[in-house]
C-alpha cells in the first residue's frame, strides 16, 4: 500500500493546530486508496480530470467534499455541476458564465476560487492581476448570482529557490488580502506547502506526499 498514513496524520494535526484546511489529491490513485484516508477521517479530496472524477465520486461516500483543481473546459461543467463542492481553477469569464448557468439550472450555488498565475513558467494557467480585477467587477455587480467566489488559488514555480516561491505565494497572498469578502486562499502542495504555509495559506492541495509519487 502507498498510502503514508503517518504522514497524513502528522500533517493533518498540524494542519488542524493552525486552521489550515486539507485537500487530499487523489487524482490518478485507486479508490482503496482514497477509502484509506477516509476511514483515517479525511473528506475533502482533490481531483484533476472531469471523467475520473465523476466515476470516483460514484463509488465513494456521499458526505465527501469533491474539489476540481484541474484545469476546466466550459463543455465539461454540466457533469460536476450537481456534487462538486470547490471548483479551484477558475480562470476566464466564459467559465464562470458557464458554471453560473449550470448551478442556476440546479438551484443551487456553486462554490469557486479564482486563479491567478503566479509561476515564472509560461505553461500554468490563470489570471494576471487585471484579469482579476475585471472579473471582480462582474462578480461586484452580481453578475453571476449562484456563484460564489470564496478566494483565490495558485501554483508557484516547480523551482528549488525558495525565495522565488516565497515570493510568488506573497504576490498572491497580496492580491487576497485586497478583497476582504475572501476567505480561502489555496496554496502549496507536496514539494512548497511550508513555504505556502510561511505566506498565509488556508488551503493546501497535497498529493504525492499522502498518496505516493503518480506513475
Ligand atoms: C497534482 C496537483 C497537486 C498535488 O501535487 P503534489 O505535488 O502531488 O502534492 C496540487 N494542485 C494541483 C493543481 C495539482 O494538479
Given at each position: 500500500m502507498s498510502v503514508n498514513k503517518k504522514a497524513f496524520i502528522e500533517l493533518k494535526n498540524k494542519l488542524d493546530a493552525q486552521q489550515v484546511e486539507l485537500v487530499?489529491?487523489?487524482k490518478t490513485k485507486p479508490i482503496a486508496?482514497?477509502?484509506?484516508?477516509?476511514?483515517?477521517?479525511?473528506?475533502?479530496?482533490?481531483?484533476n480530470y472531469v471523467q475520473e472524477l465523476v466515476e470516483k465520486a460514484a463509488m465513494?461516500?456521499?458526505?465527501?467534499?469533491?474539489?476540481?483543481?484541474?484545469?476546466?473546459?466550459?463543455?465539461?461543467v454540466k457533469q460536476i455541476a450537481a456534487f462538486v463542492h470547490l471548483i479551484h481553477g477558475v480562470d476566464s469569464l466564459k467559465l464562470l458564465q458557464e458554471i453560473n448557468k449550470q448551478?442556476?439550472?440546479?438551484?443551487?450555488?456553486?462554490?469557486?476560487?479564482l486563479q491567478i498565475h503566479i509561476a515564472q513558467e509560461e505553461t500554468k494557467f490563470g489570471l494576471d492581476e487585471s484579469e482579476l480585477v475585471a472579473i471582480m467587477k462582474e462578480v461586484g455587480?452580481?453578475?453571476?448570482?449562484?456563484v460564489h467566489v470564496r478566494g483565490l488559488m495558485g501554483m508557484a514555480s516547480f523551482s528549488d529557490d525558495e525565495q522565488q516561491v516565497a515570493n510568488e505565494?506573497?504576490?498572491?497572498?497580496?492580491l487576497f488580502?485586497?478583497?476582504?469578502?475572501?476567505?480561502?486562499?489555496?496554496m502549496g502542495m507536496s514539494g512548497?506547502?511550508?513555504?505556502a504555509l510561511a505566506a498565509g495559506s488556508t488551503m493546501l492541495r497535497v498529493g504525492s506526499l499522502l498518496f505516493g509519487e503518480r506513475g
Open positions: 487530499a489529491v487523489s486508496d482514497i477509502k484509506e484516508l477516509v476511514d483515517l477521517g479525511q473528506r475533502d479530496f482533490g481531483e465513494l461516500p456521499a458526505d465527501i467534499r469533491w474539489h476540481f483543481i484541474g484545469h476546466l473546459q466550459s463543455n465539461k448551478a442556476t439550472k440546479l438551484g443551487r450555488t456553486i462554490n469557486c476560487l455587480d452580481q453578475k453571476f448570482p449562484h505565494f506573497a504576490s498572491l497572498k497580496k488580502d485586497a478583497y476582504p469578502t475572501f476567505t480561502i486562499l489555496s512548497d506547502y511550508e513555504l
